[in-house]
């Protein structure tokens, strides 16, 4: 199994900034996908970033968010930048990872959440 913890949300000002952490363990071959979604109360789970082939970004987070790893340790960051009332929700980290055993086959994972809540 694969198991994916994150770290680093709290409370934090309107215009302020953030680092969110994934570290992911377990039975990993290769994270072919490091990613971020976020929800809010009522609504569907949408992408933020994420990293690949290509790094992509929600056009709400483009040039405040950005997506990086540390692929020796498998763990990825979001770094949150001139944060708004409109990025609060609970944030999750997503993986598509291919375990040895299993060929091409990919399995996907999340993380438990964590609040982030920017005040206005």
């Known amino acids: 199994q694969v198991q994916l913890v994150e770290s680093g949300g709290g409370l934090v000002q309107g215009g302020g900034s953030l680092t969110l952490s994934c570290a992911a363990s377990g039975s990993i071959f290769r994270i072919n996908v490091m990613g971020w979604y976020r929800q809010t109360p009522g609504n569907q789970r949408e992408l933020v970033a994420t990293?690949?082939?290509?790094?992509i970004y929600a056009d709400s987070v483009k040039e405040r968010f950005t997506i990086s790893s540390n692929n020796a340790k498998n763990t990825w960051y979001l770094q949150m930048s001139s944060l708004k009332a409109e990025d609060t929700a609970v944030y999750y980290c997503?993986?598509?990872?291919?375990?040895?055993?299993?060929?091409?086959?990919?399995?996907?994972?999340w993380g438990q959440g964590t609040q982030v809540t920017v005040s206005s």
């Open positions: 997503y993986a598509d990872v291919s375990r040895r055993g299993y060929g091409d086959f990919s399995f996907e994972y």
């Open positions: 990293l690949g082939d290509r790094t």
